[in-house]
């Protein structure tokens, strides 16, 4: 059974420019949440979807916008980049009715030069 | 709003010693209580969780209890590995709420 899986791995962009970032959640799941976790801190929670639809929003900015497609598979959107949009960002995808039980993927690592 | 304090870091070890690091916690409602370790280089792995007051979650030798009346979930492990050396992240998901709320992370390092 394959766990949460993320692309790309790595991803260097310049200011200005828009980013997607992509998500597949476990088998079996149905809710998608998205994470940026800045170097030396903690995850802050972006966004969570379910059943296609933005469920919760965190602190972040219009820039960041998401999409969930019909197979529960997900995408990060940030437009206009900042130097401090640098982080690893995660997803983490949730079971049915089970919300708060949050698996990860491995990450994607986006350095905004 | 909700919080997660954590024991700052790092935290340095030999194999075989006793590992604790504490964490407390600020919630509007009935908190859900997680420990993530992250590995370097990888994403985070649920460690082990309590959903309800006095619940005690463990997993590979690792133990914390929900403790309501101080709110905290201290991780414990009686003897550590080298192995065990990652950073460590208490977490919190309020009653009425979708999201995970993060401490800032303790690293630990154990030496052979």
């Known amino acids: 059974d394959a766990g949460v899986t993320q692309s790309p791995t790595h991803l260097i962009k310049t200011r200005g420019q828009q980013v997607t970032l992509r998500c597949s959640p476990k088998?079996?799941?149905?809710?998608v949440s998205w994470y940026q976790q800045a170097l030396g801190q903690g995850p802050q929670f972006i966004f969570q979807?379910?059943?296609?639809?933005?469920?919760q929003r965190g602190n972040f900015p219009d820039r960041f916008s998401g999409h969930q497609f019909p197979n529960y598979s997900s995408e990060l959107n940030v437009n206009a980049l900042l130097l401090g949009d640098s982080a690893l960002y995660l997803c983490a995808s949730s079971p049915r009715g089970a919300y708060n039980e949050q698996f990860f993927g491995p990450g994607t690592r986006l350095t905004v030069l | 709003g909700d919080s997660v304090t954590q024991m700052e870091g790092p935290v340095t070890l030999s194999e075989e010693a006793f590992l604790t690091i504490n964490c407390t916690y600020t919630a509007t409602g009935y908190p859900s209580l997680f420990w993530y370790v992250q590995y370097p280089g990888e994403g985070l792995q649920l460690l082990l969780k309590?959903?309800?007051?006095?619940d005690k979650g463990s997993n590979k030798g690792f133990e914390a209890t929900y403790r309501k009346e101080t709110t905290s979930f201290h991780l414990e492990k009686g003897s550590v590995q080298v192995s065990d050396s990652a950073v460590y992240f208490c977490a919190l998901s309020d009653s009425d709420d979708y999201k995970l709320s993060f401490g800032a992370g303790t690293t630990v390092t154990v030496r052979a």
């Open positions: 309590a959903t309800k007051a006095d």
């Open positions: 088998s079996g799941h149905d809710t």
């Open positions: 979807y379910y059943e296609e639809e933005e469920r």
